[in-house]
């Protein structure tokens, strides 16, 4: 009996080493995902939750964070394979209100948002779980010992010592091979779920970054009116737009604008309306030169930073009303003048509890003060209601600082400078 039992084993082994790892950025069949868009006006974080089968339910819903509702968002799920189609209205609000799509299969999907004569196209994955060869092996072989075990007992029953015993070794080679497997399946990647994307040959070092343009439409807008800001990404290496943004952070990009002496801000999430075509609507309320920093991430690739700037042209116009007092603190820097190249702690103090935005507490923002530099770091965890950040600011001079977090119906940002210290010695 040893040679079948060493035989099983060896056929489990191998089979689960043959198990397909998930591919990259890959979500997990199950997951949901989490869209932040600014669209007609709104902050927002759209969210498909995932489902479990196919056909089957799709619920998506909408958080509305400024302002707290906004108007409704037409929703489309289209299938890229066959152009299946399924249409719904869902209502922003802090809280999501979840409609139901039926999708009919898995796979590559686009959800199409619609809202104030805007137009946003998300591309998404439906994933469903498939068994694992490891789970087929485990039920199978406790399937297979539990027959050969009753059939050993009728057999032994009947006076047959040999059959008996060889069915009884079969059982506890079965259930070997079950429990084997139950070992050392955790510690094995699992495999792709249905609809995950297939596996692309590309080099170690990943796909190269992607080249950003910055424009306008108009080409010279005019402060007070709005215009859209439009960022066209390409892959340098064959001039195609670049359609494999990855999900970081809650959004497919993150777009940072301020004017050149940082008294107009914006942290905004552009809308994919074309493939490799970010867009944003804007209104400055000032003229001038403004500086423009998208932070995003391609499949099998890293994390970059592209920059680009514009000009607005006029008079300057009436800015926004002030966010109301008490709603957040005046930072607090500690050491009170930062060293080039040693970690700040900077603090904040708030007057609410705030909301979870982009996955995180609270956000800080640094921009040098000639533009040449931009960092984006996450509160660290403090305890509400304060937010805490680490900061490590690369090079001496003044740098303009924004923290941020959402309140119970806003966005609130809490703008400071800091001058940071040459290191000595």
């Known amino acids: 009996m ?28 199950g997951a949901d995902l989490r869209f932040a868009q600014t669209i007609a006006g709104a902050e927002l974080t759209v969210v498909i939750k995932g489902t479990s089968r196919v056909p089957g339910p799709l619920q998506i819903g909408v958080i509305a964070y400024e302002p707290a509702t906004g108007p409704p968002i037409g929703l489309e799920v289209r299938s890229v394979e066959d152009g299946h189609k399924a249409t719904a209205t869902a209502q922003p609000s802090a809280t999501p209100r979840y409609v139901r799509i039926t999708v009919e299969r898995t796979g590559p999907h686009e959800l199409r948002l619609t809202a104030g004569g805007e137009v946003a196209v998300l591309p998404f994955r439906v994933l469903v779980d498939r068994g694992s060869a490891g789970e087929f092996l485990i039920y199978g072989g ?3 010992a539990a027959l050969l075990l009753v059939g050993g007992l009728l057999t032994g029953a009947l006076s047959r010592r040999t059959p008996a015993m060889l069915l009884a070794g079969g059982a506890a080679a079965a259930v070997t091979v079950a429990a084997m497997v139950v070992v050392f399946e955790p510690s094995l990647p699992p495999p792709s779920p249905d609809g995950a994307a297939p596996a692309v040959n590309t080099t170690a070092l990943g796909r190269p970054f992607a080249q950003g343009r910055v424009t306008t439409v108009p080409a010279r807008p005019a402060a007070g009116e709005e215009f859209t800001l439009r960022l066209d990404l390409t892959d ?15 959004a497919l990009a993150h777009l940072v604008v301020t004017s050149e002496d940082g008294a107009y801000f914006r942290h905004l999430h552009p809308l994919r309306t074309a493939p490799g075509r970010l867009e944003v609507r804007l209104r400055a309320d000032r003229p001038g030169r403004f500086l423009a920093y998208a932070e995003l991430e391609r499949e099998d690739s890293g994390g970059q930073l592209l920059d680009g700037e514009f000009r607005v042209a006029g008079p300057a116009v009436a800015a926004p009303p002030p966010v109301p007092p008490g709603t957040g603190g005046t930072p607090v820097v500690r050491p009170s003048v930062p060293v080039a190249g040693r970690p700040a702690a900077i ?3 708030l007057g609410v509890t705030p909301r979870q935005w982009l996955g995180m507490s609270g956000h800080l923002i640094v921009r040098s003060q000639d533009g040449a530099f931009l960092g984006h770091v996450h509160e660290m965890g403090a305890p509400a209601p304060r937010l805490r950040f680490t900061f490590t600011f690369p090079a001496p001079g003044r740098y303009l600082a924004w923290a941020q977090y959402a309140a119970a119906d806003r966005i609130v940002t809490v703008p400071f400078i800091v001058e ?3 290191a000595l010695g």
Do not use: K, Q, Y
Not at 5 to 28: D, E, K, M, S, Y
Not at 236 to 250: A, M, N
């Open 420 to 422: 940071v210290a040459e």
């Open 142 to 144: 406790l399937l297979v």
């Open 347 to 349: 603090e904040v103090g």
């Open 236 to 250: 340098g290496s064959t001039g195609h737009p670049v359609d494999d943004l990855v999900l970081h952070h809650e």
């Open 2 to 29: 040893i040679r079948p039992l060493r035989v099983l084993c060896l056929v489990a082994v191998l089979l689960l080493a043959g198990a397909a790892p998930a591919a990259a950025h890959n979500v997990t069949a």
